[in-house]
């Protein structure tokens, strides 16, 4: 069995594989609630509660499983990228678990994790193009083959779903308010207010999302909560994060010939966007694939797998090893 652990950000998860990569059991724990009050992710406060938590969410993950420790043969944990003190914390975990049982270590990146969640339990379907977007990240990837990714762009600035998160700020939306503002944009017009589309025309899979958070604070500062509803500004936000991010995932698919497209991360659970997505992609013959919610969002399902992936085509790189990093290469 395969024992996969994740704790690179703000949820505590672990899940437990056959040897042949059927997926057993899969807990997730959100600390949501303890960072709602700072109105973002707090380091210190998720390193401390994945001390507090890990040894139950693993243990809750065995016994959904009805396994226990000795049948354990390989720890997978994410090392990289994420917040280092939470990283650190399911690192030390493994190691120490797998020094104790004798089971093998093996480190997985994060990202890599998001890009295979929409196959867990299948087989993946390469290549495609693959954009993660979450409250950490937007990066788009060409995925060839397992360990065969290119860069294509990433965000120069804020991440799309820390964008909505400082936007819920602005308008007085608790966090996370990427979820919020995604149910209160259904009853608005996405055309009421023009907010910019950062970086759309330029010749590169860069993204920038700071200038569009402080036009919508410019917009608040000049009295648009007045003339306009929650739900219109909301709604229009939304559209200028979306258009950006459909219209570089398609020029990306258009530029590679690759016709298959991944979406992952907790931006994907976005309604807007994945129906945006569908419906330009169908007038083009292109396939999208995008995760259900659970695994849209953190979880260790998506890091297990990935080990698996990984373990089936010998290829663990060498230099990876069971350090954290909190940045990509
Ligand atoms: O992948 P994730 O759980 O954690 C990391 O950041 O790695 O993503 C969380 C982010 C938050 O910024 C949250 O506001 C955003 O994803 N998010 C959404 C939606 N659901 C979650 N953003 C827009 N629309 C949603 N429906
Ligand atoms: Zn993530």
């Given at each position: 069995m395969l024992l996969a652990i994740e704790t690179s950000c703000d949820e505590t998860a672990a899940a437990v594989f056959t040897n042949n990569g059927k997926l057993l059991s899969d807990i997730v724990m959100s600390q949501d609630h303890l960072h709602a009050r700072y109105g973002g992710i707090v380091p210190e406060v998720a390193s401390r509660r994945h001390i507090e938590v890990l040894p139950a969410v693993v243990k809750e993950a065995l016994h959904k499983a009805r396994a226990d420790m000795s049948a354990v043969e390989a720890i997978a944990v994410t090392v990289?990228?994420?917040?280092m003190g939470a990283l650190l914390v399911g690192t030390s975990f493994a190691s120490g678990m797998a020094r104790v049982t004798g089971a093998r270590l093996i480190p997985v990146n994060h990202l890599e994790g998001h890009l295979h969640a929409p196959f867990v339990g299948s087989e993946p379907l390469y290549p495609f193009v693959g954009l993660v977007v979450s409250g950490g990240h937007t990066s788009l990837y060409l995925v060839r083959d397992t360990g065969e990714y290119t860069l294509l762009g990433s965000t120069r600035d804020d991440a799309a779903g820390e964008a909505f998160d400082k936007v819920g700020r602005i308008l007085g939306i608790s966090y996370p308010a990427g979820p919020r503002i995604d149910r209160i944009a259904k009853?608005?017009?996405?055309?009421a207010l023009s907010f910019p589309r950062p970086m759309l025309n330029e010749d590169s899979f860069d993204f920038s999302f700071s200038g569009l958070k402080t036009a919508v604070l410019y917009a608040v500062k000049n009295g648009a909560l007045s003339t306009h509803s929650l739900a219109d500004i909301a709604a229009s936000f939304q559209e200028a994060v979306v258009d950006v991010l459909v219209q570089k995932t398609l020029k990306a698919s258009e530029q590679t010939g690759v016709d298959r497209i991944v979406i992952s991360g907790g931006v994907a659970a976005n309604s807007r966007l994945r129906e945006k997505i569908q419906q330009e992609a169908t007038s083009r013959g292109i396939e999208i694939v995008i995760p259900p919610l659970r695994l849209c969002t953190d979880n260790a399902a998506m890091i297990g797998y990935t080990a698996i992936l990984r373990l089936r085509t010998g290829r663990i790189p060498s230099e990876f090893s069971v350090s954290p990093r909190s940045t990509f290469l």
């Amino acid at each position: 069995m395969l024992l996969a652990i994740e704790t690179s950000c703000d949820e505590t998860a672990a899940a437990v594989f056959t040897n042949n990569g059927k997926l057993l059991s899969d807990i997730v724990m959100s600390q949501d609630h303890l960072h709602a009050r700072y109105g973002g992710i707090v380091p210190e406060v998720a390193s401390r509660r994945h001390i507090e938590v890990l040894p139950a969410v693993v243990k809750e993950a065995l016994h959904k499983a009805r396994a226990d420790m000795s049948a354990v043969e390989a720890i997978a944990v994410t090392v990289e990228p994420g917040l280092m003190g939470a990283l650190l914390v399911g690192t030390s975990f493994a190691s120490g678990m797998a020094r104790v049982t004798g089971a093998r270590l093996i480190p997985v990146n994060h990202l890599e994790g998001h890009l295979h969640a929409p196959f867990v339990g299948s087989e993946p379907l390469y290549p495609f193009v693959g954009l993660v977007v979450s409250g950490g990240h937007t990066s788009l990837y060409l995925v060839r083959d397992t360990g065969e990714y290119t860069l294509l762009g990433s965000t120069r600035d804020d991440a799309a779903g820390e964008a909505f998160d400082k936007v819920g700020r602005i308008l007085g939306i608790s966090y996370p308010a990427g979820p919020r503002i995604d149910r209160i944009a259904k009853e608005g017009r996405h055309d009421a207010l023009s907010f910019p589309r950062p970086m759309l025309n330029e010749d590169s899979f860069d993204f920038s999302f700071s200038g569009l958070k402080t036009a919508v604070l410019y917009a608040v500062k000049n009295g648009a909560l007045s003339t306009h509803s929650l739900a219109d500004i909301a709604a229009s936000f939304q559209e200028a994060v979306v258009d950006v991010l459909v219209q570089k995932t398609l020029k990306a698919s258009e530029q590679t010939g690759v016709d298959r497209i991944v979406i992952s991360g907790g931006v994907a659970a976005n309604s807007r966007l994945r129906e945006k997505i569908q419906q330009e992609a169908t007038s083009r013959g292109i396939e999208i694939v995008i995760p259900p919610l659970r695994l849209c969002t953190d979880n260790a399902a998506m890091i297990g797998y990935t080990a698996i992936l990984r373990l089936r085509t010998g290829r663990i790189p060498s230099e990876f090893s069971v350090s954290p990093r909190s940045t990509f290469l």
